[in-house]
């Protein structure tokens, strides 16, 4: 039978109650429902490894800081995601960087490696765009980035980016529409058909 901690874990894990006196049992539940959704999301942002040690430092800053979260503000998901965006803040030099070198490949005809048994024309054409979109990102502002790849690659909704970045939803959903409006205009064309965003 469950005990009384991981009882009140399971139920509440949405906004769960973390000032108890002994935080492990519902730090575990909230590990392992968002610690594999947070590492695909900073993977893509910063590469698998250092999206590793994120997810560590993002669960430990958790739990130092746990009586700064309340829970009628908003989901532990979102808190989590928020907490793991200012830590990301730190590599937004390294993953600028990264970006312009994928647009500087895509604009010299290379396409960043399938893999050897991935090599059909659907993911090379995907890979591509992906690459020439790559510069696009890069032009964003840190703030229009992470609101625009907190939705498109962590899945989380406005408000959901509302409360990760402690700015209100209306906002979120303005920058969105004017995120997507830019990037209408400045991807690529081959991108075009595909998506959108904006920057300051």
């Known amino acids: 039978m469950k005990d009384d901690h991981e009882q009140a874990g399971t139920r509440g894990l949405d906004r769960p109650d973390l000032g108890g006196p002994d935080p492990a049992p519902v730090f575990g539940l909230l590990f392992d429902a968002h610690a594999a959704p947070?590492?695909?999301?900073?993977?893509?942002?910063?590469?698998?490894?250092?999206?590793?040690?994120?997810v560590a430092e993002t669960f430990l800053v958790a739990l130092r800081r746990r009586e700064t979260y309340r829970p009628e503000a908003?989901?532990?998901?979102a808190w989590l995601y928020?907490?793991?965006?200012?830590?990301?803040?730190?590599?937004?030099?390294?993953?600028?960087?990264?970006?312009?070198a994928t647009?500087?490949?895509?604009?010299a005809g290379q396409t960043v490696s399938a893999g050897h048994d991935g090599?059909?024309?659907?993911?090379?054409d995907a890979q591509s765009r992906a690459a020439q979109l790559a510069g696009a990102l890069a032009e964003?502002?840190?703030?229009?980035?992470?609101?625009?790849?907190?939705?498109s690659w962590a899945g989380l909704d406005p408000?959901?980016?509302?409360?990760a970045l402690g700015i209100p939803a209306g906002t979120v959903r303005s920058r969105l529409h004017r995120i997507r409006r830019w990037l209408r205009a400045n991807a690529p064309e081959s991108t075009k058909e595909g998506g959108g965003s904006a920057r300051r």
């Open 74 to 77: 908003g989901t532990a998901r």
């Open 38 to 54: 947070l590492q695909r999301y900073l993977a893509r942002r910063v590469g698998t490894e250092t999206a590793h040690d994120l």
């Open 140 to 151: 964003l502002s840190a703030a229009d980035r992470d609101t625009l790849l907190l939705v």
């Open 103 to 107: 647009a500087r490949l895509a604009a």
């Open 119 to 124: 090599r059909v024309a659907e993911r090379v």
């Open 159 to 163: 408000g959901e980016v509302a409360e």
């Open 82 to 100: 928020g907490i793991a965006t200012n830590l990301l803040r730190h590599h937004v030099r390294t993953e600028t960087r990264a970006l312009h």
